[in-house]
């Protein structure tokens, strides 16, 4: 699969609101992807191949923080890259807009958004009970910052 990571344009945002309900219980409403778009700190990217969108992801990059604001791979394209793709866009934006560390959360029974996360350098740092309804957060945390 050749994917390519390019910005979210407003023209995905259709797209991107379907592909997001598919991907989870609460999905994202496209006035509310929109108005993500309108903030000065949020930056999202698109995975997609020759068929369409596979994927997007945003990071809100606060001062020295970022902080993965959504990360979304159309269900029947996972563990094939999508994400993890995306995730090094992330980790780039947040690198060259001087943050020293990103945080996410993950729900603790997604091991397989938990393992790409170890595998890209995130560690555990604390977790948020009930968080997901019944189900907790595991919050995650990077370095950005080399030899720290």
Same mark, same amino acid.
């Given at each position: 699969? =050749?994917? /390519?990571?390019? $910005?979210?344009?407003? !023209?995905?945002?259709?797209?991107? @609101? +379907? &592909? =997001?309900? /598919?991907?989870? $219980?609460?999905?994202? !409403?496209?006035?509310?992807?929109? @108005? +993500? &778009?309108?903030?000065?700190?949020?930056?999202?990217?698109?995975?997609?191949?020759?068929?369409?969108?596979?994927?997007?992801?945003?990071?809100?990059?606060?001062?020295?923080?970022?902080?993965?604001?959504?990360?979304?791979?159309?269900?029947?394209?996972?563990?094939?890259?999508?994400?993890?793709?995306?995730?090094?866009?992330?980790?780039?934006?947040?690198?060259?807009?001087?943050?020293?560390?990103?945080?996410?959360?993950?729900?603790?029974?997604?091991?397989?958004?938990?393992?790409?996360?170890?595998?890209?350098?995130?560690?555990?740092?604390?977790?948020?009970?009930?968080?997901?309804?019944?189900?907790?957060?595991?919050?995650?945390?990077?370095?950005?910052?080399?030899?720290?």
């Amino acid at each position: 699969m =050749d994917i /390519r990571i390019r $910005e979210l344009e407003r !023209s995905d945002l259709h797209y991107a @609101a +379907e &592909l =997001d309900r /598919r991907a989870f $219980e609460d999905g994202w !409403s496209e006035k509310m992807l929109s @108005a +993500e &778009l309108e903030k000065d700190f949020a930056y999202y990217f698109a995975a997609e191949d020759g068929g369409g969108l596979l994927g997007f992801a945003g990071v809100w990059c606060v001062y020295e923080t970022a902080d993965v604001a959504r990360i979304a791979v159309e269900p029947s394209t996972r563990r094939r890259g999508i994400g993890e793709a995306l995730m090094r866009a992330l980790i780039e934006k947040a690198g060259e807009k001087g943050c020293c560390r990103m945080m996410l959360e993950v729900d603790e029974t997604n091991s397989a958004a938990g393992s790409m996360y170890r595998k890209l350098g995130f560690t555990e740092i604390d977790l948020r009970k009930n968080y997901y309804g019944e189900h907790s957060a595991v919050i995650m945390e990077l370095n950005l910052i080399e030899g720290n």
